[in-house]
């Protein structure tokens, strides 16, 4: 199957003065925080819509401070990479905006322990080859010379050893489409290991740390992984260990450094797989292929304890994104599934220092404008304050909540339910330990329980479902 192409999608809006037939209008309503439909424990982060014009290629980060970052091919400045950071209630550019030197294409943020931002790209004002930039806290410079391949470059990928100096990872056209990958000494770019780690064509590269993943032509477009051990490349596991072709391929580590890979299946009609390395094979993560459809922009991120998230676009029956867990046995969907207000393409996930998730994406019905959603629920730790006296059950719920006192509260003598926009829902007397709520009628969103007692005040929150 021919995969969808971003790059060729934009093309073709970027040539009209209109957006394509089909394709619905932005929409300049005014921002709500919640995302209206069906499954408003979905809320936006800041205003969708918020880059200047069409966003492709995000990629979202976060750093050890838990800043949020967002870098994007902005059209709104000449398809250069621009970068993002959200303050708490809006985005605001990292830098100027626009900041390569020409157009720039499969960009690669990330962030070493010193909270220093670095971006590798594909550089088309150096023949397309890659360069990298780092964020020096005024603005965007260069690390070593602009255009480190041997040719143009495609899927960059960006990492960093143990003394935070970057790798860099990419598809290099000079040597046949093989994967290369070099390392900044301080100084200047070196190769690390042979100068073609694959053995034929590399696509989907991913690096993390002293480990690389990637589609595998020389394989039959299998998945294949490998480590730097003494400056070689070895694999990891075997060569072409996936059953089928391994489109959007990503890469990440549990809390144990244990790898997993997520990606488009070929052998599962498209669907996602998520496998992983233990006893010197690779295994499933639950069944694989376990998308409702075919996934499309495949993006992995593990939480703690050791639990894999995938957010992608589910392609080709609604094109919205969608964000599944493996919940121990099984994949279950997070939130609703399709939970962007249009198709998604570039879906990037990230999760907070809380475990929380967040997807970025180029959303249709915002004009392919770069959109950033969270989803807020218990499971990501936002009900109960540390010693809060009285805890609610359960979150999300569907017909009814429990309030139960947890200690010596006192006794509770007053209770209201407020929605998000402050609106009283209901407010009664009450005594006792427990007491249930029915919540069956409440519109989905996200809800406030604010009450008093002899001896405590709390405000708690649920997400109504």
């Known amino acids: 199957m021919k995969n969808l192409s971003i790059s060729v999608l934009i093309l073709v809006i970027s040539s009209l003065s209109i957006l394509p037939s089909g394709i619905a209008q932005p929409n ?3 921002h709500q925080s919640l995302k209206p439909g069906s499954d408003s424990c979905w809320q936006y982060v800041g205003t969708p819509g918020f880059s200047g014009g069409i966003a492709t290629g995000t990629c979202l980060t976060f750093d050890y401070l838990g800043n949020l970052y967002l870098a994007f091919v902005d059209h709104a400045h000449g398809n250069h990479a621009s970068v993002m950071m959200y303050d708490g209630s809006t985005w605001t550019y990292v830098g100027t905006p626009g900041f390569t030197t020409g157009p720039a294409d499969y960009l690669s943020l990330n962030v070493n322990y010193f909270d220093t931002l670095y971006i590798a790209y594909q550089d088309a004002s150096n023949s397309w080859k890659a360069s990298v930039m780092k964020f020096d806290g005024t603005d965007w410079v260069l690390v070593g010379t602009p255009g480190i391949s041997t040719g143009a470059v495609a899927y960059t990928s960006i990492s960093f050893d ?4 970057p790798y860099v990872a990419y598809q290099d056209n000079g040597i046949g489409g093989k994967l290369s990958v070099k390392k900044f000494t301080g100084s200047y770019w070196v190769t690390i290991g042979n100068i073609g ?8 590269i991913n690096i993390v740390n002293s480990y690389v993943a990637y589609k595998d032509y020389a394989n039959g477009g299998r998945a294949t992984v490998k480590m730097l051990d003494a400056g070689n490349w070895i694999v990891v596991g075997l060569v072409g260990f996936s059953a089928g072709s391994s489109d959007y391929l990503n890469l990440g580590f549990d809390y144990y450094n244990r790898p997993y890979v997520a990606f488009m299946d070929g052998s599962e009609a498209g669907k ?5 390395f233990k006893s010197g094979n690779w295994h499933n993560v639950g069944n694989p292929g376990f998308s409702p459809g075919m996934a499309a922009f495949v993006s992995l991120a593990i939480g703690y304890p050791n639990v894999p998230y995938v957010a992608f676009q589910d392609y080709p029956d609604s094109l919205n994104a969608t964000l599944m867990k493996f919940n121990g046995t099984g994949w279950e969907t997070f939130g609703s599934p399709d939970f962007s207000d249009g198709h998604a393409y570039s879906t990037s ?5 809380d475990g929380l998730p967040y997807v970025a994406y180029s959303d249709s019905t915002w004009g392919f404008k770069a959109v950033v959603m969270k989803y807020d629920n218990v499971a990501t730790k936002i009900n109960e304050p540390e010693g809060s006296s009285f805890s609610l059950y359960p979150n999300p719920a569907t017909s009814a909540i429990i309030i139960e006192q947890n200690r010596d509260g006192g006794d509770l003598i007053s209770l209201e339910i407020l929605d998000g926009m402050g609106r009283k829902m209901a407010d009664q007397e009450m ?8 919540i069956k009628n409440y519109p989905p969103g996200i809800y406030f329980v604010r009450f008093r007692s002899l001896k405590a005040s709390n405000v708690l ?3 109504k479902e």
């Open 162 to 165: 143990d003394a935070q100096l």
């Open 461 to 463: 929150k649920f997400c």
């Open 349 to 353: 996930l990230a999760l907070n220092p």
């Open 431 to 438: 005594t006792g330990t427990k007491t249930l709520i029915g």
């Open 28 to 30: 300049f309503h005014q």
């Open 272 to 276: 996602a797989t998520v496998m992983t």
């Open 197 to 204: 780690v694959s053995d034929g064509v590399a696509e989907y």
